[in-house]
């Protein structure tokens, strides 16, 4: 077939593709992530929608992570609520001049302390969450299926991986 001179990788949503110019227009739509092919929801021949869900990857030790920073920003914000109550208390005892300064100082730093780490776990959990989204490859225009290049079982070991090629209509 003959190019008309141009093409493009281009990062849209929750996948690549890369636009060639020949007769027909095609587009190669691989994932960002690695992981096993888990379920193909598509075949060749059938038309698709914008967005619609084509495949799934796996990946368990990602979805651990994920798991793993869902419950570490329960266990920071269980230590932040709990620093809170002791700040309100050293305050309390502060202002009736029960305790010293640094008895109150002491808690203020626990308190931005606890805050801050669970800020940062709710950001890890925003993180993991992010990418989530790359292990659902969906279309990213209109068109039809003209092949599948990664059946179900087949393994993607790196970012890129021709996995789908959509023909836009």
Known sequence: MKTTG???IVVMGLCWFSLQAWAAQTIQIGALVSGQVDEVLVQEGDRVEKGQLLLRISHPPFWAKLEAAKAQAAASK???DDAKIELEQALDLYDRTVTAKRTLDA?????DVAEQTYRKAQADVRYYQGW???????????ATVSAIKTPKGATVFKEHTPMLELTPE
Request: aromatic share 18%; charged share 20%; hydrophobic share 50%.
């Open 132 to 142: 989530a989204g790359y292990y659902r490859i969906k279309a990213p225009v209109a």
């Open 78 to 80: 269980a230590r932040y």
């Open 6 to 8: 141009w093409k493009a």
């Open 107 to 111: 808690a203020q730093v626990a308190h």
